[in-house]
């Protein structure tokens, strides 16, 4: 996959970058992404309102719904192609579904898989692991072709 560009969208650094300790206390905790924007580590993207509106044109508004705001901002990134080599990374079935669903399977990594990337191995739960991930991206593929979750064909 050749080096990974990590970018975030917008509303996840400002909104939802949050982690849950639940093996413990089931507490939520804020993921502090700013200082790694500031160092250069990654960089924060924000969608254009016709990246969005292009999303919301081609997904059925069910689908839509089912994606969380930074989801769907990346999602809309990603498909506007304004930026090269993007890789979405997520643990949300219907957000992987939705990759899919775009014609973007290949520009998808499992959590698992990332860490992998980047020299790190550590158990994970079973929604970020890559099983998860390629089960969900065959559901989004054959939706694509029956047309289930679209507003329109992409064919």
């Known amino acids: 996959m050749g080096e990974i560009k990590a970018l ?3 509303t996840i650094v400002n909104d939802e970058a949050f982690y849950f300790d639940t093996k413990k206390t089931k507490k939520r905790g804020a993921i502090r992404l700013r200082q790694y924007i500031e ?3 990654i960089k924060e993207v924000s969608a254009a309102i016709e990246e969005i509106r292009s999303i919301n044109e081609i997904l059925h508004p069910a689908t839509v719904l089912g994606l969380d705001p ?3 901002e990346e ?3 990603l498909h506007g192609e304004r930026i090269e080599d993007i890789v979405f990374c997520t643990a949300d079935g219907a ?3 939705a990759l899919a669903l775009l014609g973007h399977s290949e520009s998808g ?3 698992e898989n990332l860490l992998r990337e980047v020299g790190l191995q550590k158990a994970l739960e079973d929604h970020y692991n890559e099983k998860f991930f390629r089960y969900h991206l065959e559901r989004g593929r054959q939706d694509r072709i029956t ?3 679209l507003r329109k064909s992409p064919f």
Do not use: N, P, Q
Request: glycine letters at 24%; a positive charge.
């Open 8 to 10: 975030v969208g917008a």
């Open 39 to 41: 160092s250069g580590k």
């Open 70 to 72: 930074g989801e769907l």
């Open 75 to 77: 999602l809309a990134v």
């Open 95 to 97: 957000a992987i579904r």
């Open 109 to 111: 990594i499992s959590f």
């Open 147 to 149: 047309g289930t979750g």
